[in-house]
């Protein structure tokens, strides 16, 4: 049995929900955001398409928060996404503040529930979530870097994607580092190909910033992708993701992706199997982010202050 919130039905949020629902990771499922009659009429778009497909999942689109109630896993989308131009770490402070006010009200009603950060700085939100709800927060992470890094390498290559292996780490965007000592393609070492790294690493940097500029956001491949970390844990799958989990840090928790066993329960993280060189650019990820983190903090008590 599997009850899923969604918090946030713009763009990502109503991806990730419908890819979540027709792949059989949900068995409930209560849809929340702020726009007044957008989860609901979202639900009549959900009950429409399941009807084709013959789907019987309960689902309800709601305004109010107290319906979100005895959910397993709640995935958190809602929040501003970045325009053309921007970083994602340009909207911490805003998005900060959604997850301090949901934070607060969430954990009461959901008791065991195990949150996913979608709502960008993914990462740096989910340990703001954490942090002021005391509840275990996963983050989306670098799964999607790990499929945009194998869908590349499969169509340079012109091997079938299912023949690349490996992942992305680090913090989710500018920051991702590709994981090479990870990387096999028909289970061979990639050095064995004739590959660009820098064009690979490339890639997974610009295409998201690229596919915002035309296309105003990106949504089926991070909702299918992030839809499959859902049902990794609701199926129990122990599929291996480059998901962030919490780590401790300097006394603070923070989230940076490595690969992690991603089931009913999550976790171990394989970080400790990579090469030396891919672990050290783990580390620096980790100080790098714990850098940039405590400064965002700092921003944000002063935006409340002010
Ligand atoms: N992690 C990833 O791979 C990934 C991929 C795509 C988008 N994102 C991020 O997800 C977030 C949403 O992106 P989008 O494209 O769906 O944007 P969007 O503007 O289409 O949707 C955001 C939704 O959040 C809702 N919202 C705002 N405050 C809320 C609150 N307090 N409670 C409930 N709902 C609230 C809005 O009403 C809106 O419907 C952004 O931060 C974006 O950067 C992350």
């Given at each position: 049995m599997s009850k899923v919130g969604f918090i946030g039905a713009g763009k990502i949020g109503q991806t990730i929900a419908y890819s979540a629902m027709v792949s059989g990771a949900v068995d409930e499922a209560i849809i929340y955001d702020i726009i007044p009659e957008l989860p609901e009429k979202y639900e009549h778009e959900l009950r429409h398409a399941f009807a084709t497909k013959g789907i019987k999942i309960e689902v309800l689109g709601t305004?109010?928060?107290?319906?979100?109630?005895?959910?397993d896993m709640v995935v958190i989308s809602a929040g501003k996404p970045r325009k053309p131009?921007?970083?994602?770490?340009?909207l911490f402070v805003d998005n900060a503040k959604i997850m301090m006010d949901l934070a607060q009200k969430l954990p009461q009603k959901n008791p065991g529930a195990i949150y996913l950060m979608v709502a960008n700085p993914v990462d740096m939100m989910a340990s703001v979530f954490m942090k002021f709800s005391k509840q275990f927060t996963i983050s989306a992470g670098d799964q999607v870097e790990t499929m945009r890094m194998r869908s590349f390498i499969a169509k340079k290559l012109k091997?079938?994607?299912?023949?690349v292996d490996g992942f992305v780490g680090g913090?989710?965007?500018?920051?991702?580092?590709?994981?090479?000592?990870t990387v096999k393609v028909n289970r061979e070492p990639?050095?064995?190909?004739?590959?660009n790294k820098d064009e690979v690493s490339d890639y997974v940097k610009k295409i998201p910033g690229e596919i915002i500029r035309v296309i105003g956001g990106t949504t089926w491949g991070p909702g299918t992708i992030i839809a499959d970390i859902i049902k990794s844990v609701s199926l129990g799958e122990n599929r291996v993701m480059s998901i962030a989990t919490p780590k401790e840090y300097e006394g603070e928790i923070i989230h940076v992706s490595a690969p992690t066993v991603v089931g009913a329960s999550i976790g171990p993280?394989?970080?400790?199997?990579?090469?030396e060189k891919d672990r050290w650019h783990l580390n620096a990820a980790m100080k790098d982010f714990y850098e940039v983190y405590k400064e965002n903090l700092k921003q944000l008590e002063q935006a409340l202050k002010a």
């Open positions: 305004n109010s928060l107290d319906d979100v109630a005895g959910m131009g921007m970083s994602r770490r340009d091997v079938p994607v299912t023949r913090e989710h965007g500018e920051d991702a580092v590709v994981l090479w000592s990639v050095e064995k190909y004739n590959l993280s394989l970080e400790s199997l990579l090469d």
